[in-house]
């Protein structure tokens, strides 16, 4: 007659009691989608850690009834607190906001004339670098929104000129802060009208589309905005020198004539001119890429 250790051992042969890793899996990943849809970082906290200890109980359990798991289970719970994101980055809020005002600006051949032109496909436009520096900063654990909303389209819908595109991106922005609260850092991205020569950087035996940092004087938050733009500027400049043309502030007798560049909205304001029309895009995904260092230090350290 078998004794209960032999009869434990047919029923774990048997039955195996280990979840599919499959099934924790598609818990986890269902209870996540539903933390992404709520605002708030501590909501998100509280489902994140929720479907982790949902998925350690159910392995857990099937440990402790037929195998030692205790010493796993403990090295489970070392790895998840060793590899968690480093202080301040928030699992799933965004802290970066990328978007165009003037989103069909766009790129001329190297040796063209520069005339400025617009491109209504988002694969030629400046969209292409804003989307860059998202993805570089997403895989840096930034997380970050990068706006898809057309401002050129919504002036055409709308009947409204050119002159009405800072109206709409406005409209976007404060949309996307009444989403998320923990936006740290937006960034408005253009591209410059100027000639290669002034903004191209070769540094070694590479090429750089140089960036210009644009700061309204009219804005209430002027100095907050000058000082970050300033501080963006000495980050980039030690990185790669020359890679930065300065910080402008763009100012009119008469201030209530003069574009906020909706940097009156946050302290963290940005409007970033990285190269100009005549820059290659392979210019400008590798002036994006030290730009992303730029931002992942700055977020980190607040």
């Not at 709308?158 to 109206?167: C, Q």
Request: net charge negative.
């Amino acid at each position: 007659m078998q004794n209960d250790k032999e009869i434990v051992e047919v029923i774990k042969e048997a039955y195996p009691l280990e979840p599919r890793k499959s099934f924790v899996t598609e818990t986890q990943q269902t209870l996540m989608k539903s933390a992404r849809r709520m605002n708030r970082r501590k909501r998100i906290k509280h489902l994140s850690l929720a479907a982790l200890g949902f998925a350690l109980c159910v392995t857990a359990s099937s440990w402790f009834l037929f195998f030692d798991g205790g010493a796993e289970l403990n090295r489970s719970f070392s790895t998840f607190f060793d590899n968690e994101p480093s202080a301040g980055i928030s699992a799933g809020e965004p802290y970066v906001y990328i978007y165009h005002t003037h989103n069909q600006e766009s790129f001329t051949p190297e040796g063209s004339s520069g005339e400025v032109i617009e491109e209504k496909r988002e694969a030629k436009n400046i969209s292409v670098v804003g989307n860059r520096l998202s993805n570089l900063l997403n895989e840096k654990g930034i997380n970050t929104i990068h706006e898809q909303k057309n401002v050129s389209q919504t002036l055409e819908e709308r009947g409204w000129t050119f002159a009405d595109s800072y109206k709409v991106s406005r409209e976007y922005f404060t949309e996307t802060l009444e989403d998320h609260n923990n936006i740290e850092l937006a960034l408005d991205i253009h591209r410059d009208s100027r000639k290669k020569d002034e903004t191209t950087l070769k540094s070694g035996n590479k090429q750089y589309a140089r960036i210009v940092f644009i700061v309204s004087s009219s804005s209430s938050r002027l100095e907050e905005n000058l000082e970050l733009a300033k501080l963006f500027n000495e980050k980039l400049e030690r990185k790669v020198p020359g890679i930065s043309r300065g910080v402008f502030v763009k100012s009119k007798e008469n201030l209530q004539e003069q574009n906020t560049y909706n940097q009156d909205l946050i302290d963290q304001v940005l409007l970033v001119n990285v190269g100009g029309v005549e820059n290659t895009l392979e210019e400008e995904y590798r002036t994006a890429k030290v730009l992303a260092e730029v931002i992942k230090e700055y977020i980190e350290k607040k």
